[in-house]
Structure formats: structure tokens, C-alpha cells
């Protein structure tokens, strides 16, 4: 069963920057679009970045765009989501997520099938 395990998050100042990073046990990863997720308390689940199977493909929520940049390595099973200029309401634990049925990246949740269990984004002001 594959799992995912995010790693990065922290705690940071305004208009600092932090690298978190997804990484897959799957053989399958070199396939499979990647997604990452946000979530504050009392908040739903939602959209940060996502990434189609082979890197050429990705999508932003507008409120990151700019400051946000996704990637991956298919050697390493690895996603990456870069994060510049971050500011106060970035603060969220962050989620990476896996797609299953289709090689094309999703915006919303219910279009993956893997979870990982979150890391934790401060961002102080």
C-alpha cells in the first residue's frame, strides 16, 4: 500500500520561505499526478498545487501564484512545494495527496486516493 510522508514544514516570518517535500513507498509514482493540500482549523480542506504525472503540467491556486512553485523528482519519489514570500494566512498544516485513476492532476480533494499526514506551516507576522 503506498504511503506518503510530507516533511518540511515549520515555523517561519513573514516573507520567509520554507521547502516541503511528499515522499512516496510506491513503484508507481513516475505516473501518478501529485497534489498538495492545505488545511487551517475550522477550515475546510483546500487546494494549494498540483502536478501531472511527468512534471509538464502544473496548476496554482490564485492565491499562490507567484509565491508557490511545485515540482518533482520521479527518480526520488519525491513532490516538492517551494514556498516564497510566505505570509500569515499560509499558516495551515499542508497535506500532499496521490491520484490513482488518471495520469491528469485534480484541484479538489475527492479526486485523490492517498493521503499523508500532514506537516505543520506558522507563519508569524
Do not use: H
Not at 505516473?31 to 482549523?41: L, Y
Not at 511545485?70 to 516564497?84: C, E, F, G, H
Not at 510566505?86 to 493521503?115: F, H, M, N, Q
Amino acid at each position: 500500500q503506498v504511503q506518503l510522508v510530507e516533511s518540511g514544514g515549520g515555523l517561519v516570518q513573514a516573507g520567509g520561505s520554507l521547502r516541503l517535500s511528499c515522499a512516496d513507498s510506491g513503484r508507481t509514482f513516475r505516473i501518478r499526478p501529485m497534489g498538495w493540500f492545505r488545511q487551517a482549523p475550522g477550515k475546510e480542506r483546500e487546494f494549494v498545487a498540483a502536478i501531472n504525472w511527468n512534471g509538464g503540467t502544473t496548476y496554482y491556486t490564485d492565491s499562490v501564484k507567484g509565491r508557490f512553485t511545485i515540482s518533482r523528482d520521479n527518480a526520488k519519489n519525491t513532490v516538492y512545494l517551494q514556498m516564497n514570500n510566505l505570509k500569515p494566512e499560509d499558516t495551515a498544516v499542508y497535506l500532499c495527496a496521490e491520484r490513482l485513476s488518471t495520469v491528469i492532476a485534480g484541484t479538489t480533494p475527492d479526486e485523490y486516493d492517498v493521503w499523508g499526514q500532514g506537516t505543520q506551516v506558522t507563519v508569524s507576522s
